[in-house]
């Protein structure tokens, strides 16, 4: 009966609500899609060349003046093939036997082929440059963006609108895999079309005007795909990043049984398909304008290109020009028109990498804006004294402060415990408390000095903070305990630290200790359990011996063994440093000297914990709480 029901339920349950409609929350100055004209295309494609050769010349200097050497040679040797083709006609076209005419021309035809060859030659050396180019140019544009987020203030990654320009800067970085290529192509082509176009001239000047019509329209069509696709790429921003997201959470081996056993798994098939899907509606939304461009800018080149055929044909009917001009005219127009096309169609995938090429630009100057800039003083350790001075930070966008008016000193030997309700400020303290925020108002000092004027890798130096959500590094043992501190040959620190927090053990059971790669997704890694990771996070924090120790839910996975071992550990070296422990479990703060309670933002108690226990305020709730079972 239950089981019927069940499934009944199931079978008559409404279909899951669509993802909820998010629209791009990126904030940029201008918008970039009402600059997107034909103008700006001819005008900005000069500068995005000159950027993209200056790129490419600070990557490989030798392969870009190879490419260089190699687009003049196109050039020549196409001049030279259409120059040697007009000779070879006079003979073909004249009189006598066709062998007689055959060995006429054959010596211009040798120029042609031997001019051919050189000019394949040469666009094959110019790919083998571009190779050369666009791996390394695309790791280093890649390398900016990631460090260029590492680096940022971290209040501004809490931005809204701070992930949508990144996603959308990363468009940047993979539209540098085609950069180079677009950029190469567009100039081997402007140079050929220029040869051709030089020979046509030469042949009959009146022939130039109507072929240039002839492209004209085709490269007003390729802006307007652009700016299109632009505007699609621009719409779908948001859903992308939020797609992106869910991908990875939703592949990701670590939250697989969570995924499987609470079966989500229909339900983010369904969510990554609707967003999906309107994505696609978006695209397929536009897909009419970008047919009636394409139609549209199709019949009027293909108008001119009638009359361009009409003004040859005409030309040579009516004798103005001989008929060995007119037949080198009709591979004179077909190179240039060839070589034009090619014009427009690299010149728009120039200028469309530009605009991709301008956001990350934008993303990554206004993260150089965005990089901590705090002042020249240098933090010296020891850490003797850390003071908050009636702090405030509140976080962007949200109405109320997190921490709201909260004083506090903190001595060398000390521990502080911080305790209080979810969403009280706590771990927002700890990050006032590093000074990876700065305070709204009020301010925190170390030994003195205002951390808003101290350069903050100095204090980092001297700070370990096991975050309640901390990273499990797919690197070895060790790396993931020294990570962060320089580089180590001599593992008995390391020991030590894995010591500290009990796990010699669980590394001695891996295949190769210090050696294992934490990773099981990849070939010869292997995984901890939870706990043990969290033991590992806490060895990290223990290895740099720092002037101050935060730890935030630092044994939440741990069995009571572990965490005795924790926090027997966290005394033992209490008296080098200031040590901040944030918890739940009440019974842990009896180790500290000092407790503060923590309710919307502010301290509402604080004491020892002999003294809260008996002071019948929300400590004391708290704590009768967690004991009454
Ligand atoms: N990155 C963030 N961006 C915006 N708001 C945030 C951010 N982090 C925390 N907050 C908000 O600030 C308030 C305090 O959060 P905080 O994480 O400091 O609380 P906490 O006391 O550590 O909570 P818990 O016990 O659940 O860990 C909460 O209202 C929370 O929603």
């Not at 329209?217 to 652009?226: D, F, N, S, Y």
């Not at 702090?391 to 109405?399: F, H, L």
């Not at 005394?571 to 407790?595: F, G, M, P, Q, W």
């Amino acid at each position: 009966m239950t089981s019927a029901a069940t499934h009944e339920h199931q079978s008559t349950a409404p279909p899951p609500p669509p993802p909820a409609e998010i629209t791009y929350s990126g904030q940029y100055s201008v918008n970039p899609l009402a600059e997107v004209s034909f103008r700006r295309m001819c005008a900005q494609i000069p500068a995005v060349l000159g950027r993209i050769a200056r790129l490419s010349w600070r990557t490989d200097r030798r392969a870009v003046q190879l490419l260089l050497g190699c687009q003049l040679l196109t050039g020549v040797s196409a001049a030279v093939v259409l120059a040697a083709t007009s000779r070879a006609m006079a003979p073909v076209l004249g009189d006598g036997t066709a062998g007689e005419r055959l060995r006429g021309a054959l010596p211009a035809l040798l120029v042609v082929a031997l001019a051919a060859a050189l000019g394949r030659a040469a666009g094959a050396v110019a790919t083998y440059a571009e190779r050369r180019i666009t791996p390394r140019l695309t790791t280093q544009t890649d390398s900016a963006l990631v460090e260029a987020v590492c680096r940022v203030e971290a209040s501004a990654c809490a931005e809204d609108g701070f992930s949508d320009r990144h996603e959308a800067a990363e468009m940047g970085v993979i539209r540098t895999h085609v950069m180079v290529t677009d950029a190469q192509r567009f100039l081997s082509a402007l140079i050929r079309m220029v040869t051709a176009g030089s020979v046509l001239s030469v042949l009959n000047p009146l022939m130039l005007p109507p072929l240039l019509l002839a492209v004209l329209p085709a490269g007003v069509g390729a802006v307007l795909t652009a700016r299109v696709d632009y505007e699609i790429h621009y719409a779908n921003i948001a859903d992308r990043n939020v797609r992106g997201m869910m991908r990875w959470w939703a592949t990701e081996s670590k939250y697989s049984d969570e995924v499987r056993a609470n079966s989500m798994t229909d339900y983010l098939i369904y969510w990554y398909r609707a967003l999906s899907d309107r994505c696609d509606r978006r695209s397929l939304a536009a897909a009419p304008r970008t047919l009636r461009i394409a139609l549209l800018s199709a019949l009027a080149g293909g108008v001119f290109l009638v009359a361009t055929w009409g003004a040859l044909a005409w030309l040579a009917v009516s004798g103005r020009i001989q008929l060995a001009v007119a037949a080198t005219a009709v591979i004179a127009v077909q190179t240039t028109l060839a070589a034009l096309s090619q014009v427009v169609v690299n010149g728009a995938a120039v200028f469309r990498t530009s605009l991709y090429l301008g956001d990350m630009q934008a993303f990554l100057d206004d993260a150089a804006a965005r990089a901590p800039k705090r002042g020249a003083l240098k933090h010296i350790a020891p850490t003797e004294e850390i003071r908050l001075e009636e702090v405030v930070y509140r976080y962007p966008g949200k109405d109320k402060p997190a921490v709201d008016g909260v004083s506090l000193a903190l001595r060398r030997g000390e521990i502080l415990a911080i305790v209080g309700a979810n969403g009280s400020g706590k771990s927002t303290l700890t990050r006032l408390l590093t000074g990876i925020y700065l305070p709204d108002k009020g301010k925190v000092t170390w030994n003195g000095a205002d951390l808003a004027e101290v350069d903050p890798a100095t204090v980092w130096a001297n700070t370990g903070l096991v975050p309640q959500i901390f990273a499990q590094w797919p690197l070895r043992v060790r790396e993931n305990v020294t990570l962060g501190q320089p580089r180590t040959h001599d593992d008995a620190p390391v020991w030590e630290a894995v010591d500290a927090v009990g796990l010699r053990e669980a590394v001695d059971d891996l295949p190769a200790g210090l050696d294992t790669l934490l990773a099981r997704d990849v070939f010869g890694g292997s995984e901890l359990s939870g706990g043990q990771w969290q033991r590992v996070a806490c060895s990290r924090a223990l290895y740099r011996r720092p002037g101050l120790l935060i730890l935030d839910e630092p044994t939440s996975q741990m069995d009571p063994r572990g965490e005795h071992q924790i926090f027997e550990q966290i005394k033992a070296i209490a008296a080098d440093r200031i040590t901040i422990v944030v918890t739940h479990r009440l019974e842990n703060t009896k180790i500290a000297d000092h407790i503060v309670v923590m309710e919307h933002g502010r301290i509402t108690e604080q004491g020892r914990y002999d003294d809260l226990v008996h002071a019948g305020g929300t400590f004391a709730e708290l704590l009768e709480l967690s004991q009454d079972r």
